[in-house]
């Protein structure tokens, strides 16, 4: 069965460097997501992405993110200068075009920031 | 304000036993609801989902059940295993919109 994949799953990263987060969504879909978890607390939305460009984004998705599909297959959230604040899980999602709102999650990325 | 939210943060049964998991709402424009079950160290995995135009949606073991009067939801596991031990987050997506508004989550505890 399809799946997406998430790389690297653990990210140590100093306060203040930039992380490039990547993501492989499953191939037929269109729609793709980022979401986060701080620990111990509920999955909150970033980022939607369709037709190569941002649909919707919250709050948390300032200046600092960017998400990028640069080719066929990838999907990656930059966070261009990290803050202690921005350690959590990462998770990409997809979904494929019309009929079903349903999102798939990938496993997630760590990202830990010193 | 806006917000979906569970009752129960953590809900201990026994094997074999029925699970009954409950979510609130608020947003009577969630036109779309979804369970996912969340294992310690993966991503949310996709369990069931309900539109809003329906009350009741069965899976293998899964039954989820749609009050839009007191915009309640609820995630049912029949004979439930010791498998079934994970976080579960219901989640909601606004009508005409395209993120999903996870709750709090539950933790479901399977006992021998």
């Known amino acids: 069965e399809p799946e997406v994949t998430q790389t690297p799953s653990h990210q140590v990263t100093q306060m203040g460097q930039e992380v490039i987060l990547r993501c492989v969504p499953i191939s037929n879909h269109l729609y793709f997501y980022w979401y986060r978890q701080i620990l111990g607390q509920k999955v909150e939305f970033l980022v939607s992405?369709?037709?190569?460009?941002?649909?919707?984004k919250s709050e948390i998705f300032d200046d600092q993110f960017s998400v990028e599909r640069p080719d066929g297959s990838n999907f990656t959230l930059k966070i261009r200068s990290t803050k202690l604040e921005d350690s959590a899980m990462y998770f990409c999602a997809s979904r494929p075009s019309g009929g079903t709102d349903t999102q798939y999650f990938g496993p997630g990325t760590r990202l830990t920031v010193l | 304000g806006e917000s979906v939210g569970l009752h129960l943060p953590t809900l201990s049964v026994q094997e074999g036993d029925n699970s009954i998991i409950n979510c609130a709402y608020s947003?009577?424009?969630?036109?779309?609801f979804i369970w996912y079950k969340q294992e310690s160290g993966k991503g949310p995995q996709f369990i069931i989902d309900?539109?809003?135009?329906?009350d009741k949606r069965q899976g293998q073991r899964v039954t989820v059940l749609l009050n839009k009067t007191v915009k309640h939801l609820s995630l049912q596991i029949a004979a439930t295993q010791p498998g079934d031990s994970a976080v579960y987050f219901c989640a909601e997506k606004r009508g005409g919109g395209n993120k999903l508004t996870f709750g709090t989550g539950t933790q479901l505890k399977v006992e021998l």
């Open positions: 992405f369709y037709n190569n460009e941002i649909s919707e």
């Open positions: 947003n009577s424009a969630s036109d779309y």
């Open positions: 309900i539109r809003s135009n329906m």
